[in-house]
Structure formats: structure tokens, C-alpha cells
């Protein structure tokens, strides 16, 4: 429940601060491109100075803190009346969101590895549940309230609260993570679910005559993220889907009023579409873990994100947005799971922490510099060519990840 309200509340002041900016204060793509940047890049920020770096047992702590900063966040926005009064509320949500995400994964994840993919999958699930259940809340809300989107902001603003609350009362916020059995760091640890007999040494993890890629000592967050084949997969997979998610997130709102004709409530029945998809596909995730063929699975959310894009890229009656919500709904729903089970699959004594915060920083900085590349494009152009050219990164990333595939199948093959 701690991670459901958290999750509905960080999710409407990303989808909806846009709205309020080009509603209250005139903002064009560019600058909510621009907050959406400055979002992105607190998110970082809070993720490597924070989370990274904190040990494994204080993750409950920073769930705590990052609950605290994102109602202040929410309140801000809600009244603001100055650019400056914006651009603090959004990196207040950033800041919430470097630090509570990757704090939960990692109170999750530390579990035994019979147990984890499904404990993670279980955690992903609640998360989109409140996710479907909270834009949906909202365009309640903007009904009754005229379309209103301040007063969406202030209902919103104490569930972060109740989520300390309750965590507190659970003794979640002082639980203090089991340490993970050790590793034999001669072997490269395998997806939950694989034959054991399938391990090989750590430097065989790459195909023949693919070079071991060189990780500094120190550093257990690259270790995991760069020096083992799960940890590639998983870095590359959340990579591709970062910028099409950014895009919904910040653009979302807008695209559906310019080029689908729909006012703020009804985006918000489309980010209910999307975060419904999204929790329909995670129950399966769950259902199913241990998930062994985890290249095909991702290769099929590839096909759906480029299907969803193209579609949304192309415009039309409202019924097309809520069919390429859906479509981008299932990747968002499969992928995240199924990286955070590979980065914990890979990670050994005392890594998960700084490989989960190191995953999560290196995405919020792609999605930190997208909202702004986004919004010069819609500026310059339209929404409709600025969707399409969320198709490059996602090629680009497919692409890696092909060239990837020979020293990775036998991890998530």
C-alpha cells in the first residue's frame, strides 16, 4: 500500500504538471519540455548522490524522505502562480523520484533468488495498479471539479503522506533488509528459474571474440550493469522504453488535446487505458515467473511500442489514442519487472543497492534530457512528427540489443 499511493501521486503530477503550466501560466512545448528536464535531471541527481550510495538497510529510510518531498512537491505546483514556483514543485517530484523508486526495488529484491523474480513481478503489479487506479481518480476529479487541475494536485498531495503513515504503523519504514547469501564471485550469476549447470565463468559471458567489457574496481553498480550479460539486457531493455515513457508521461496530456481533440479528463481515461494494460500484462508476469525466455518476451513489447507510437504519431478519432495507449500499456507493464529480476539475478553481496540506484539514474537521465529534445521538436514542428521521432531511439536500442544477443541468450534466452 506504501508503494500504491506514492506511485498514483508521483504519476499525477508527472502526467498533469503540464497541463497546469500551459493552463495557469501560457507554457508552449518548449518550456514544459524544458521542466520536464529539470525533473529528469533532479531525478539523477537524487539517484547517484543518494541511492547509490546508501547501504542496502537504510532503503526503507529513503522511501520515508522521498514520501515527504513529493507532497511537498504536489502542493507547490498546486498553487503556484509563478514559472519559479513551477519549476521548484517539479524538482521537488524529481527529487521524490530519485530516491524512493530504486530504494523499493531494493527492499524487494532482497530475497532469496527462488523467490525474487516473483516478489518483483508482485511489487511491479501493485505498482500498476495504482497507477490504472489513480488517473482514473483524477479524471473524476477534473470532472467535478470543471476541469480544474489545481484541485487534482491537492487531493493527491496527502497520499504520499498516508503511505509514510502507513508504512510507519507496518514497520516498513524500519525494516531493515535481510543481507543476501553470498555469491561465488567466480560465477556470473544466472536468471531465476535457469539450470545452474548452464553457469559459466564471468569472463565467458560474452560470445567468442566479443571482448569482456573492462568495469573499474569499485564501482559495483557498472559490475552488475555493464560486466554481466543480465545486467546489459536489463540497462538496455529499460533504455529503449525510457524515452516513449517520458514522451506519454510529459506529452501525453497534450497530444491527446491537439491531436486527438480531447479535453483533460478524457487524457486522463487514456493514461487509465495505458496503466491498466500495463497492470493486466504484470499479473501475467507474475503468474508466469520465473520467466526463462525473456529475449522473445522482449522482443514482442519492441513490436507494441513501435505499433503504439506509430499510431499515436499518426493522429486521428479518439479510439486510436485509447488502442496505442494500450499497445504502449503492455511494454510498460512486461519490461520493468523482467530488467529489475536480471539486475537482481546479476547483482552479488552488497550490489543490488548501487546497481538498482545505477539502472534506475542512467534512465532518468535519458528521460531527463528527452522532455526537452521532445518539446524543441513539437515546437518546431507539430506533436505528430515529434511522436515519430520517438521511433529513433527505440530502433537504435534494438539494434544494441541484436548485436547483444549471442552473449546474452544464455542469460535471458
Known sequence: MTAALFRSAQNAGLTTFSLLAKSRLGAGAETVGTLGAVSGAVMVLAAWLLAAKLANRASASMVAAGA????????????????????????????????TPPSLATAVGEVGQERREKQLARYATVLSASLAGGPLLEAAILYLSHQDVRIAFFVFAPFPLVALALGIKGGVVHKRASPRPPANPRIDPVTPGE???????????????????????????????????????????????SVPFAMVTVFGALVARNEFGMNAAHSQLGFTTFFVASLISRVVVMRLSPIKAKLAVFAACIA??????????????????????????????????????????????????????????????????????????????????????????????????????????????
Request: hydrophobic letters at 55%; charged letters at 10%.
Open 195 to 241: 539450470d545452474p549447470s548452464t553457469q559459466m565463468p564471468a569472463r565467458s559471458s560474452s560470445s567468442p571474440g566479443e571482448p569482456v567489457p573492462r568495469v573499474r574496481k569499485g564501482r559495483p553498480g557498472r559490475e552488475v550493469l555493464l560486466g554481466t550479460s543480465a545486467g546489459r539486457v536489463a540497462l538496455i531493455m529499460q533504455l529503449l522504453y
Open 304 to 413: 507494441l511500442t513501435i505499433a503504439g507510437l506509430v499510431m499515436l504519431s499518426l493522429g486521428g478519432p479518439a479510439a486510436v489514442f485509447f488502442v496505442a495507449m494500450v499497445l504502449l500499456g503492455v511494454p510498460h507493464g512486461v519490461i520493468f519487472p523482467l530488467a529489475l529480476s536480471l539486475v537482481a539475478s546479476a547483482a552479488r553481496d552488497g550490489q543490488l543497492a548501487a546497481a538498482n540506484a545505477g539502472m534506475f539514474a542512467t534512465v532518468a537521465m535519458v528521460s531527463a534530457i528527452s522532455p526537452a529534445l521532445l518539446g524543441a521538436v513539437a515546437g518546431a514542428l507539430d506533436y505528430q512528427l515529434m511522436t515519430a521521432s520517438v521511433l529513433v531511439p527505440v530502433i537504435a536500442c534494438t539494434l544494441i540489443l541484436v548485436v547483444q544477443r549471442k552473449a546474452i541468450t544464455a542469460y535471458a534466452g
Open 68 to 99: 515527504v518531498v513529493l507532497a511537498a512537491g504536489l502542493i507547490v505546483i498546486a498553487s503556484t502562480t509563478t514559472m519559479a514556483q513551477m519549476a521548484l514543485g517539479v524538482v521537488l517530484l524529481g527529487a521524490a523520484g530519485g530516491v
